[in-house]
């Protein structure tokens, strides 16, 4: 096999002010240059990482400068794919994000003065390319403005309790700033009793991080997963299905081909469907070594060679929205907690130490500390009420489920 | 150390360089699946001009005048910003203290000496006779990091840190129940991480007796004695991070709260912070230039200190500690913990575990979190009667009040070890520590 050269790159340009206790405190800006060349010959690759720019030839050269560290690779390379993707919506400049944060501290500290304020607004610009020599050339470039702040109450002795963030692609009028500082705000004073039936309302992203090693390929193949011996099982919910979904608009930054270059038909992977377990994810390697589909599902890695993994998880919607799903129950947002490990059972032990009760409308006030229980399985299965075909207090997707006080 | 730079007039700036080599070795069931070395460079700037930092971050290193003048471009000079009470504050020193050298640096460590380590292990550990093990994984790496600091005031540092680390580790499964467990050692180079092979043996035996025979505990109110590495999360998560006085700056209720002088724990109980100890936490000089100092946050149960930047320094009108700290070259410095333990005391192991009636041992725990309530996940814990360490138990959690736990604590041996397995979230950026302390008791924890 001739030698085959591929570079994998990602420039990317960031802005951002910090407050600190209602103040301006930093603006802070990276530009950023990464470059990963790859050299495929003979079943074997040879990868050079930089961190800033490099000749390219030299980048070549050193990929392959220590045979010693040569990778076994006994794939081939993807070929001939071409698609150049933007994502970018807008563009917002420094001044304008310094002028955004000053506005939104100014709403923040004119009506909600009983409480102290950190976080800002950052900016973040990023194109990712492949490049190689069978013709692949892909490239992606993406811009978000986030915005997020933290806040504390005066009389609090916590270091914060509490916060919000959302990030868009093109900056609104403040609208969703707003409703977003009103709808926590406005009535965490108050205080609310820790209802009979707890249901939890959350982004769902941190937890689908437990369903992603468990859907492991590898984890799968050596027992190392709950789910080992359970694909093409009922496991979870009727209404459960769950995705790697590369087109979601809140999928920020990311890429449509994978860590190998692999891009997937209609960009999506059913992992889950109606509670049946279809597949475990897997990239060339593990498909190869344990005989599973390929499901061209490798995390990026520009330093060594990937592995299973970037996933974008995405639960199918609900047709009802929050509010219905909720049925008249309130829910808990909650704002600080710590959950436990989960244990060989799949059970793990949660303290929400700050959390609001709302019902789907408003904020009902505040919570006092309490302890909940729940399992894995059961999260996404019998205590799973479902994810809101709307996206009110996050302005983002949420799961509702329901949890078991101790 | 030297190069040169042109600083603003009117203006505080400082430049940190850093240059790291990190190297990582993973193999599972003996098939090499990471196999990584990255050597780096890049630089963080910052200006002030009295009422705001500019930073800017590169990986082009010879970018650094260009992106120092285009802050300084931005910021408002002030004639007068040496005395601006946070640069009036900043250190001035000039030191070298570089050391690694030849076949000890890790850039210069050839991979054959990591892999020679993992054999050395795979050697002495791999056991395919017992059915629950069902793989094994292996883990070796090394981070070494050069640090070069200048102020527009004149400083000039530079300083070298360097660990390697070797693991290893078996995946259980007993009836579809898996479990991982296993042990890392850490070293300068790979070669001084051998000889622990009866460690990683007996270790494993402790996981599987775990997973065949723990049983649930029952939630409640319990007497825990906690390990050193369990003491060492509760001094790191429980205190130390309620330490860091960038929360409290103006804050009212917290400076109240907080106040010097005030008894706030046992007599038994002292936390100390230092960034010169060897150590994960080894910071001799801080990322504003400030020379670290050995900080005690707490002297037998009172509070006496707290871990400053210049500017919570300037705040609360306090010496600097040493303590401003970023993850890397993109992070803007925050206010960290360095090396940060609970010291010992003359009780022995033995003995506390002799004087506990009925309780539970926290033999080895995952992490923790800290607000006025703090949480221990734990992974291994055992039953206490009668003065015995009885059968194992699955405990998710330990939580308690800080302000209460503090002052429950009523044993402290005489046990005290130091971990460099720490690595300490805070804002979006993970930093090395160590964290240590002794085996302690506390008289009531709430145990899930």
């Known amino acids: 096999m001739a030698k085959i050269f591929e570079k994998q790159s990602s420039h990317e340009i960031q802005s951002s002010i910090t407050y600190e206790e209602n103040k301006p405190k930093a603006f802070d800006r990276s530009n950023t240059v990464e470059n990963s060349y790859r050299v495929y010959e003979d079943g074997k690759v040879g990868i050079f990482y930089r961190a800033g720019h490099i000749d390219d030839a030299e980048g070549f050269r050193l990929a392959t400068a220590d045979p010693e560290r040569l990778r076994p690779y006994p794939f081939m390379p993807e070929a001939g794919g071409k698609r150049d993707r933007s994502k970018v919506e807008s563009t917002f400049t420094d001044r304008e994000v310094m002028e955004t944060a000053e506005k939104y501290m100014k709403y923040l500290t004119d009506n909600y003065p009983q409480f102290t304020f950190a976080g800002g607004v950052d900016t973040r610009w990023c194109c990712q390319t492949l490049t190689n020599d069978l013709g692949t050339d892909y490239s992606n470039t993406d811009f978000a403005v986030g915005v997020g702040f933290r806040f504390k109450h005066k009389d609090s002795l916590e270091m914060i309790d509490g916060g919000f963030s959302f990030n868009l692609r093109k900056m609104d009028d403040g609208t969703v700033f707003r409703e977003m500082a009103d709808l926590y705000l406005s009535n965490y004073e108050k205080e609310a009793e820790i209802p009979e039936e707890i249901i939890i309302d959350e982004q769902y992203y941190g937890l689908l991080g437990i369903l992603s090693s468990e859907l492991n390929a590898e984890n799968l193949a050596l027992g190392a997963s709950r789910l080992s011996g359970k694909v093409g099982e009922k496991i979870f919910a009727d209404d459960f299905t769950l995705e790697h979904d590369m087109t979601d608009k809140e999928a920020w930054f990311t890429r449509f081909w994978d860590g190998e270059g692999c891009v997937l038909p209609e960009e999506k992977l059913v992992l889950i469907e109606n509670g049946v377990i279809k597949t475990g994810y897997s990239d060339k390697r593990v498909a190869d070594k344990y005989n599973v589909p390929h499901t061209r599902t490798a995390y990026h890695n520009y330093t060594d060679l990937p592995g299973p993994g970037g996933l974008n998880l995405r639960i199918k919607r609900s047709e009802k929205t929050v509010k219905e799903l909720l049925n008249g129950r309130p829910a808990v947002i909650p704002l600080q907690f710590t959950g436990s490990d989960m244990d060989a059972n799949g059970d793990m032990t949660v303290v929400i130490s700050k959390a609001l009760l709302w019902d789907g409308d408003k904020v009902l006030g505040h919570l006092p500390e309490f302890r909940v229980k729940a399992n894995f399985i059961d999260i996404f299965g019998k205590d799973f009420l479902g994810v809101g075909s709307d996206d009110p207090i996050y302005h983002d997707k949420q799961i509702l489920y329901r949890v078991h006080r101790v | ?448």
Not at chain 2, 135 to 154: I, L, N, P, R
Not at chain 2, 247 to 264: P, S, T
Request: proline fraction near 4%; charge should be negative.
């Open chain 2, 1 to 448: 150390m030297k190069e040169t730079y042109h600083f603003p007039e009117g203006l505080y700036a400082d430049i940190r360089i850093e240059e790291t080599c990190d190297v990582r070795f993973f193999k599972l069931n003996g098939e090499l699946t990471q196999d990584k070395r990255v050597i780096e460079a890049g630089a963080k700037i910052r200006v002030y001009d009295g009422k705001l930092w500019y930073t800017a971050s590169t990986n082009e290193p010879d970018e650094i005048q260009k992106e120092l003048d285009a802050l300084a471009a931005i910021a408002t000079p002030d004639p007068d910003i040496l005395n601006n009470p946070i640069v009036r504050l900043l250190e001035v020193n000039v030191d070298d203290r570089t050391s690694l050298k030849g076949d000890t640096m890790l850039p210069n460590i050839a991979r054959d000496r990591f892999l020679t380590t993992m054999k050395y292990y795979e050697d002495r550990c791999l056991d395919t006779e017992t059915p629950e093990i069902t793989s094994w994984a292996m883990m070796s790496d090394g981070h070494y990091e050069k640090k070069t600091f200048y102020s527009s005031k004149g400083a000039a540092i530079s300083y070298d840190y360097q660990i390697c680390s070797v693991g290893y580790y078996y995946l259980f499964n007993d009836n579809g129940r898996p479990m991982e467990g296993g042990k890392r050692f850490f070293g300068l180079t790979p070669e001084d991480m051998t000889g622990h092979e009866a460690e990683v043996i007996s270790e494993k035996e402790r996981y599987l007796d775990f997973l065949k025979n723990a049983v649930d505990v029952e939630p409640g109110d319990y007497t825990c004695v906690l390990s050193p590495i369990s003491t060492a999360m509760f001094a790191h998560e429980s205190f130390g991070h309620k330490s860091e006085a960038d929360f409290m700056l103006n804050d009212k209720a917290l400076r109240d709260e907080w106040v010097l002088g005030k008894k706030v724990g046992s007599d038994l109980v002292s936390i100390v912070d230092t960034g010169d100890m060897p150590n994960h936490g080894y910071a001799p000089y801080d990322d504003e230039g400030t020379k670290s100092r050995e900080t005690w946050l707490i002297k037998d149960g009172v509070l006496t200190g707290r871990l400053h930047d210049s500017t919570s320094a300037a705040a609360l009108s306090e010496e600097l500690t040493g303590n401003c700290r970023a993850q890397d070259y993109y992070c803007r410095p925050q206010v960290r913990m360095t090396n940060t333990f609970m010291k010992g005391g003359t009780d022995s192991f033995e003995d506390i575990i002799k004087d506990t009636k009925d309780g539970i041992y926290v033999y080895m725990v995952s992490n923790g979190t800290g607000s006025s309530t703090f949480v221990l996940n734990t992974t291994i814990c055992y039953r206490i009667r009668d003065g015995k360490i009885c059968e194992p138990l699955r405990v998710h959690m330990l939580n308690g009040s800080v302000f209460k736990t503090l002052f429950d604590i009523d044993k402290v041996g005489s046990d005290f070890e130091l971990f460099d397995t720490y690595t300490c979230g805070k804002m979006g950026q993970s930093l090395r520590v160590s964290a240590g302390g002794p085996t302690i008791r506390v008289r009531t924890l709430q145990v899930n």
